[in-house]
């Protein structure tokens, strides 16, 4: 068990979430705050009235589909979208996107669903507009591909494009051809302008030219000597920069170090990384569950937005924030770890 260590911050208000404590990834939206559940819990979306931040209050909740999570959610445009994925079942789950109109943000009504087929959805990236941008699993591939739906009639979503690494539509006949204690699929992208930056998992870093969204192409792809799990790459506005991470999955200090890497994209064909954010001192390796990167801010409209300042969770060593004024030497300027859970042998901090 630790207590809570701060550095620049201070808290202010707390929710638990009813007693349903897995809360994942959190949009929000005015007064109104959405809250995904991981799964375990059998929750699936919460939504909170955070009009004063000291006491939030939980307004109402519903629970995933059986046998799957929803575990994330984005919310712009007077639209909210949760993924449907299966979760730690072979019984039937539910697989694709929902959509809910915000007319009442603090009760949404369902409009419209997308199906994707196989294990379903895993990321959403929904930032207003015609377009969400998102990973699934549908049938016939090995994992996880990109894909755009078209939200031009949310009641009736359809795909407008998709990319995959070869190898990955088994179904076509293709074959894998990166190494086989790897894993190479997109955990997401993010959208700048007609370019998307791409975690494609033990595979690292794609940039994807998306002037034609039926026919993404890939322009550069750039690997780790050391890592894996690529996650989040997300381009800094007026800066030739992505800050990148990867994702910790396993407990402790056991496997390699997953970072927070600063690439330099001033050349797209050529990426380099000219940094990797230090790494949070202490005995967080110690202390039991997952420690290393995993999300960032993302600079997302009508939120905190920052070239110079990037906010990435840790897992068990909390939030960390970092100073890019200089990209080659990136500062630790702020942390945040809260009190340990009841249960649990440490902290663990997904989404911010």
Not at 97 to 106: K, Q
Not at 207 to 222: F, G, H, T
Not at 260 to 270: A, F, K
């Amino acid at each position: 068990m630790h207590g809570e260590s701060a550095e620049g911050f201070r808290l202010i208000g707390k929710s638990d979430l009813g007693g349903f404590g897995d809360g994942m990834q959190l949009m929000r939206s005015g007064d109104a705050l959405y809250v995904s559940h991981f799964g375990p819990s059998g929750m699936g979306t919460s939504i909170l009235d955070v009009s004063d931040p000291t006491a939030p209050q939980l307004v109402r909740q519903w629970p995933a589909p059986p046998n799957s999570h929803t575990h994330k959610v984005q919310v712009a445009d007077g639209l909210l979208l949760t993924n449907h994925e299966r979760f730690r079942s072979d019984d039937p789950w539910s697989a694709g996107m929902a959509v809910y109109d915000l007319s009442d943000p603090f009760d949404p009504r369902q409009i419209g669903f997308w199906e994707s087929t196989g294990r379903g959805v895993h990321r959403i990236v929904y930032e207003g507009g015609r377009y969400a941008y998102l990973s699934a699993t549908p049938d016939g591939f090995t994992d996880r591909i990109w894909m755009i739906i078209d939200l031009e009639d949310p009641g009736r979503p359809v795909e407008a494009g998709r990319w995959w690494w070869p190898g990955q539509w088994t179904a076509g006949g293709e074959v894998p051809d990166w190494p086989a204690t790897e894993n190479w699929n997109t955990h997401h992208a993010m959208v700048s302008g007609d370019r998307a930056y791409a975690g494609l998992w033990d595979g690292g870093m794609v940039i994807l030219d998306i002037s034609d969204l039926a026919k993404p192409a890939v322009i550069s792809r750039l690997g780790w000597d050391r890592g894996g799990e690529t996650h989040t790459c997300l381009p800094l506005p007026g800066r030739d920069l992505v800050v990148v991470t990867d994702e910790a999955t396993t407990d402790g200090c056991d496997g390699p170090p997953h970072l927070v890497r600063v690439v330099d994209i001033s050349d797209e064909r050529d990426p380099r990384v000219v940094a990797i954010c230090p790494e949070p001192e202490g005995d967080f390796c110690d202390r039991g569950l997952r420690f290393g990167a995993h999300c960032l801010h993302e600079n997302r409209p009508d939120s905190y937005r920052s070239a110079q300042l990037v906010f990435a969770t840790y897992f068990n060593a909390g939030l960390r924030v970092y100073d890019l004024a200089d990209p080659a030497s990136p500062l630790e300027v702020g942390s945040y770890v809260p009190a340990c859970p009841a249960g649990q042998p440490a902290a663990q901090i997904n989404d911010v």
